[in-house]
């Protein structure tokens, strides 16, 4: 998609509805990273949340090389959250991140970096999952356990969460754990989609009340 398709796709929305938060997915190329970024700096009274997304689980190209070491430049300042994998925070940070601690010092440096808060997804660690949110001033580290169903979606499902519940007036760290408590009841309730995938069926989840999940400093 070209970025004055992005541009224009916004603009028409912003024409119809009243835009309560923006989120930032895949993006494929330097121009729409650029779109992406004057987007947000024009809408700084509606929660923002980036979802890096640079490779798919199998691999393939999901955002042009180029763009992947001036992600955090071009972005600087323009978002309230962005949550990166452990794959996406060892391209951002240039660094080893398979560890809570190094978890933990990546968190940091995004945020320093970037002028956001960073929400990093540990999901792929070994034991309990685990993910880490740092503001700029303290860690959150929220515990959860870990699902055996392999679920497509679950990333983008949890920054559009947490998004939800900004848009509500939530603060940062209690919409974090929503958004993660959300995640898990959805995964539990996912169906099986065939070799050996399963998908989200929200309409198991209506109605419920949101439980946050665990958290420790």
């Given at each position: 998609?070209?970025?004055?398709?992005?541009?224009g796709q916004f603009g028409r929305l912003a024409e119809a509805v009243d835009i309560a938060g923006i989120k930032v997915g895949m993006l494929a190329t330097v121009e729409n990273l650029s779109a992406a970024a004057k987007i947000?700096?024009?809408?700084?009274?509606?929660?923002?949340?980036?979802?890096?997304?640079?490779?798919?689980?199998?691999?393939?190209?999901?955002?042009?090389?180029?763009?992947?070491?001036?992600?955090?430049?071009?972005?600087?300042?323009?978002?309230?959250?962005?949550?990166?994998?452990?794959?996406?925070?060892?391209?951002?940070?240039?660094?080893?991140?398979?560890?809570?601690?190094?978890?933990?010092?990546?968190?940091?440096?995004?945020?320093?970096?970037?002028?956001?808060?960073?929400?990093?997804?540990?999901?792929?660690?070994?034991?309990?999952?685990?993910?880490?949110?740092?503001?700029?001033?303290?860690?959150?580290?929220?515990?959860?356990?870990?699902?055996?169903?392999?679920?497509?979606?679950?990333?983008?499902?949890?920054?559009?969460?947490?998004?939800?519940?900004?848009?509500?007036?939530?603060?940062?760290?209690?919409?974090?754990?929503?958004?993660?408590?959300?995640?898990?009841?959805?995964?539990?309730?996912?169906?099986?989609?065939?070799?050996?995938?399963?998908?989200?069926?929200?309409?198991?989840?209506?109605?419920?009340?949101?439980?946050?999940?665990?958290?420790?400093?």
């Amino acid at each position: 998609m070209a970025a004055r398709a992005v541009t224009g796709q916004f603009g028409r929305l912003a024409e119809a509805v009243d835009i309560a938060g923006i989120k930032v997915g895949m993006l494929a190329t330097v121009e729409n990273l650029s779109a992406a970024a004057k987007i947000l700096a024009r809408n700084t009274r509606v929660p923002r949340v980036v979802d890096p997304i640079f490779l798919s689980s199998s691999g393939a190209l999901l955002l042009e090389k180029a763009a992947w070491p001036r992600y955090l430049a071009v972005l600087r300042g323009m978002a309230d959250l962005v949550t990166p994998n452990l794959d996406e925070a060892e391209i951002l940070t240039k660094g080893q991140v398979r560890t809570v601690s190094e978890m933990r010092i990546a968190a940091a440096l995004v945020t320093r970096t970037g002028r956001m808060p960073c929400l990093l997804k540990g999901g792929h660690l070994e034991g309990r999952a685990v993910d880490i949110l740092y503001d700029g001033r303290k860690f959150t580290v929220f515990e959860h356990e870990r699902r055996a169903k392999s679920v497509h979606g679950t990333g983008c499902f949890l920054s559009s969460a947490i998004l939800g519940y900004m848009a509500e007036g939530r603060p940062l760290e209690e919409a974090c754990g929503l958004g993660i408590a959300r995640v898990g009841r959805a995964i539990r309730a996912a169906v099986p989609a065939g070799s050996g995938r399963w998908v989200f069926d929200l309409s198991r989840d209506r109605g419920r009340v949101p439980s946050k999940a665990r958290k420790r400093r």
